[in-house]
């Protein structure tokens, strides 16, 4: 069958023959790969600087923004059945007792490292005309979502930060007693580094979530992605016109920074002006660039004067795939526009290289089988 593999010995992304997985567990699912998103991830793995092949193979199919169509389930199976759509984990646990993380089903925080990541670390990934997996590692999908599913995996990015961060803020009489448990941020003020698919995604789950939410990102307004925030009900606001220090004085007391853009100049400008008791989210993962100048005495000076926490998050769990899609649904209703519009290009697997290695726009593109 078809796949898109990485051979990082000749250096070479292809199209090649893979044999087609059989199921030979009984609690296996097999899918059949309808689409599979590609991001930045990916791109790091088809310039080599990442992406490890399963033991006793040259290459590593890739792709991990999954969505599938079960076709055939192992008798122990339980809850899945053929023509259900779902959506794989990406990382699977290590196979260390001592791993308490791995062992409790919470392998996005495994201690010693040794877990596997589908398309990106010693694991085959989706960009493959069907898949064999664990039902543990599968989340279904609702039908109705069948046109904006793929966005599943890069929405967890966003539900793991926000997860984590309700129950860190709870350090603090953070949340208004008096609001919803939908609307748990009213009264609060999100601010977004990026305006790539993470950071729109992470938009909408802030906004959904009651906070007054902003987005600071690079390019002048007007621009396509600072309409689509804007629809989403987000503030826009340019790093090129606009300052760290005018951003803290038109937003005021930042309350939580979610970084999805891997800028690290940006984020440590803006970590400087965030609000007391804030809580500053590392998601984007930098290029290593020339290192930059930081005043760290004033940096932590404030972070111990302000209570403010800082956080690095990466990965997802069960529960983050389950938000993600709950919440798929949510902005579907609220902002279908928006969300389908996040979707700019399909490209049928043949296109697949062209599109790893080329310099394509957009937003979020997709590889259709
Ligand atoms: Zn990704
Ligand atoms: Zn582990």
Same mark, same amino acid.
């Given at each position: 069958?078809?796949?898109?593999?990485?051979?990082?010995?000749?250096?070479?992304?292809?199209?090649?023959?893979?044999?087609?997985?059989?199921?030979?567990?009984?609690?296996?699912?097999?899918?059949?790969?309808?689409?599979?998103?590609?991001?930045?991830? $990916?791109?790091?793995?088809?310039?080599?600087?990442?992406?490890?092949?399963?033991?006793?193979?040259?290459?590593?199919?890739?792709?991990?923004?999954?969505?599938?169509?079960?076709?055939?389930?192992?008798?122990?199976?339980?809850?899945?059945?053929?023509?259900?759509?779902?959506?794989?984990?990406?990382?699977?646990?290590?196979?260390?007792?001592?791993?308490?993380?791995?062992?409790?089903?919470?392998?996005?925080?495994?201690?010693?490292?040794?877990?596997?990541?589908?398309?990106?670390?010693?694991?085959?990934?989706?960009?493959?005309?069907?898949?064999?997996?664990?039902?543990?590692?599968?989340?279904?999908?609702?039908?109705?979502?069948?046109?904006?599913?793929?966005?599943?995996?890069?929405?967890?990015?966003?539900?793991?930060?926000?997860?984590?961060?309700?129950?860190?803020?709870?350090?603090?009489?953070?949340?208004?007693?008096?609001?919803?448990?939908?609307?748990?941020?009213?009264?609060?003020?999100?601010?977004?580094?990026?305006?790539?698919?993470?950071?729109?995604?992470?938009?909408?789950?802030?906004?959904?979530?009651?906070?007054?939410?902003?987005?600071?990102?690079? *390019?002048?307004?007007?621009?396509?992605?600072? $309409?689509?925030?804007?629809?989403?009900?987000?503030?826009?606001? *340019?790093?090129?016109?606009?300052?760290?220090?005018?951003?803290?004085?038109?937003?005021?007391?930042?309350?939580?920074?979610?970084?999805?853009?891997?800028?690290?100049?940006?984020?440590?400008?803006?970590?400087?002006?965030?609000?007391?008791?804030?809580?500053?989210?590392?998601?984007?993962?930098? $290029?290593?660039?020339?290192?930059?100048?930081?005043?760290?005495?004033?940096?932590?000076?404030?972070?111990?004067?302000?209570?403010?926490?800082?956080?690095?998050?990466?990965?997802?769990?069960?529960?983050?795939?389950?938000?993600?899609?709950? $919440?798929?649904?949510?902005?579907?209703?609220?902002?279908?526009?928006?969300?389908?519009?996040?979707?700019?290009?399909?490209?049928?697997?043949?296109?697949?290289?062209?599109?790893?290695?080329?310099?394509?726009?957009?937003?979020?593109?997709?590889?259709?089988?």
């Amino acid at each position: 069958m078809k796949a898109i593999a990485i051979f990082p010995k000749t250096r070479e992304v292809k199209l090649i023959d893979h044999e087609e997985p059989k199921i030979t567990k009984p609690t296996q699912v097999k899918l059949r790969t309808l689409e599979v998103g590609v991001c930045g991830t $990916d791109r790091k793995i088809t310039s080599f600087q990442f992406g490890t092949p399963p033991a006793g193979y040259e290459y590593l199919v890739i792709g991990h923004e999954s969505l599938g169509e079960v076709v055939e389930v192992g008798p122990e199976v339980r809850d899945i059945k053929p023509g259900d759509l779902a959506v794989m984990v990406v990382r699977h646990p290590c196979p260390h007792d001592y791993c308490r993380a791995c062992r409790m089903g919470h392998q996005d925080f495994c201690f010693t490292g040794d877990f596997t990541e589908c398309g990106i670390k010693e694991e085959h990934g989706f960009m493959t005309e069907f898949v064999v997996a664990e039902e543990r590692h599968m989340n279904l999908m609702p039908r109705e979502l069948r046109d904006v599913g793929v966005l599943t995996e890069p929405l967890t990015v966003a539900e793991k930060a926000i997860a984590q961060v309700w129950q860190i803020q709870q350090r603090l009489p953070w949340i208004d007693p008096n609001t919803s448990a939908q609307m748990r941020g009213k009264g609060l003020k999100a601010m977004v580094l990026g305006a790539g698919p993470i950071g729109l995604l992470g938009t909408m789950v802030f906004v959904a979530a009651g906070f007054e939410t902003y987005v600071y990102s690079r *390019s002048k307004a007007p621009n396509p992605k600072a $309409d689509l925030v804007e629809a989403i009900g987000a503030k826009y606001i *340019s790093n090129e016109t606009t300052s760290v220090e005018q951003l803290a004085e038109q937003v005021g007391n930042i309350d939580l920074a979610f970084e999805a853009a891997g800028a690290s100049q940006i984020a440590f400008d803006v970590m400087r002006v965030l609000g007391p008791n804030a809580i500053f989210v590392f998601a984007g993962v930098p $290029d290593h660039t020339v290192p930059i100048k930081v005043d760290t005495a004033l940096l932590i000076r404030d972070h111990v004067m302000k209570n403010r926490a800082v956080l690095g998050s990466v990965n997802a769990d069960r529960a983050d795939f389950e938000a993600a899609i709950r $919440d798929l649904g949510v902005f579907k209703q609220r902002w279908p526009q928006v969300l389908r519009s996040l979707i700019t290009g399909y490209y049928p697997i043949e296109q697949a290289p062209q599109l790893l290695l080329g310099s394509a726009g957009g937003i979020k593109n997709v590889v259709t089988l």
